[in-house]
């Protein structure tokens, strides 16, 4: 499917915005009508909504000119993370698993009851795993440093305080913080080197 919005479709997905307010239904509702109505993915539709939502923010006038009505508090400020803040995150969850204790009971007691904070932390935790290696690999040797036990979500084991200096275990740390592409790089670096 094409990815070009007409401004009739954009004033469409706006006004079925605008309904689910008024009925008391989720956006959801407004981009499954809307997924419906035009065939593209509902993911899509959201995404769009929220670049045109965004651009309607920055320039209001754009939103009139165009005769597009745009819902009132249409959504809350998106929160960026501090570096602090994902440094407390990665290491309390990584601590806390060395311990026994699961992923979400620890980002449990970090929101403190609040659904929505839990599922961002939550959410922050899983891209950090997937797409930071480094940070994630840094925050195991600043823990490791202190002296605690640390759960390594790369070898899904957990690391005894002092271990870490172990070569092997030095090494297994190292070749998992690599990405797909880095460890096929050292893979045949070693071959060269053991040929």
Request: proline content about 2%.
């Amino acid at each position: 499917m094409e990815n070009n919005w007409t401004i009739e479709q954009t004033k469409t997905l706006f006004a079925l915005a605008n309904e689910a307010k008024s009925r008391g239904r989720g956006l959801v509702w407004a981009f499954s009508s809307m997924s419906e109505k035009t065939g593209r993915s509902v993911n899509s539709v959201r995404n769009y909504y929220y670049s045109q939502l965004k651009m309607f923010e920055l320039v209001p006038r754009l939103a009139a000119d165009l005769g597009v009505s745009v819902p009132e508090a249409a959504r809350e400020r998106f929160e960026l993370f501090d570096a602090s803040e994902i440094d407390e995150l990665l290491e309390k969850v990584l601590v806390g698993k060395a311990q026994g204790v699961s992923v979400r009971k620890v980002i449990a007691g970090l929101a403190g009851g609040d659904a929505k904070k839990a599922l961002r932390l939550q959410n922050k935790y899983r891209s950090m795993i997937l797409h930071h290696r480094e940070k994630v690999t840094e925050i195991m040797r600043k823990i490791g440093a202190e002296g605690k036990d640390y759960f390594n979500p790369y070898s899904k084991e957990t690391v005894a305080a002092g271990s870490e200096t172990d070569n092997y275990r030095r090494l297994n740390d190292y070749i998992s913080s690599l990405d797909e592409s880095e460890v096929g790089e050292f893979l045949q670096i070693m071959k060269k080197f053991f040929a």
